[in-house]
């Protein structure tokens, strides 16, 4: 069982960025993979980032590659998504994701509006 919450959202402009943190409820070094989504409205989920817990390097979906990075700080339980140069077009609800033995669990999302 793990908890995870979400935090970091807002309102940015175009250009602008943002950094999103993803709390877990246990020692995110046990969980064997972390990551984002994201859905806007009208569109499905869809996978943002993802790291597991022996890599050193995070994937992405290509919408978003060398925009935003992914990363974690075991000490503090939290896998974080660095956002950067900001398009409208990823406005959304952003959703922390943690798979452990092919279960997953969900965040209660965080918003993201990118607008001028």
């Known amino acids: 069982q793990v908890q995870l919450v979400e935090s970091g959202g807002g309102l940015v402009q175009p250009g602008g960025s943002l950094r999103l943190s993803c709390e877990a409820s246990r020692n995110i070094f046990s969980i064997n993979v972390m990551g984002w989504y994201r859905q806007a409205p009208g569109k499905e989920r869809e996978l943002v980032a993802a790291?597991?817990?022996?890599?050193?390097?995070?994937k992405y979906a290509d919408s978003v590659k060398g925009r935003f990075t992914i990363s974690r700080d075991i000490t503090k339980n939290t896998v974080y998504l660095q956002m950067n140069s900001l398009k409208p077009e990823d406005t959304a609800v952003y959703y922390c994701?943690?798979?452990?033995?092919?279960?997953?669990?969900w965040g209660k999302g965080t918003q993201v509006t990118v607008s001028s």
């Open positions: 790291i597991n817990r022996v890599s050193t390097s995070g």
């Open positions: 994701n943690a798979n452990q033995n092919n279960v997953n669990y």
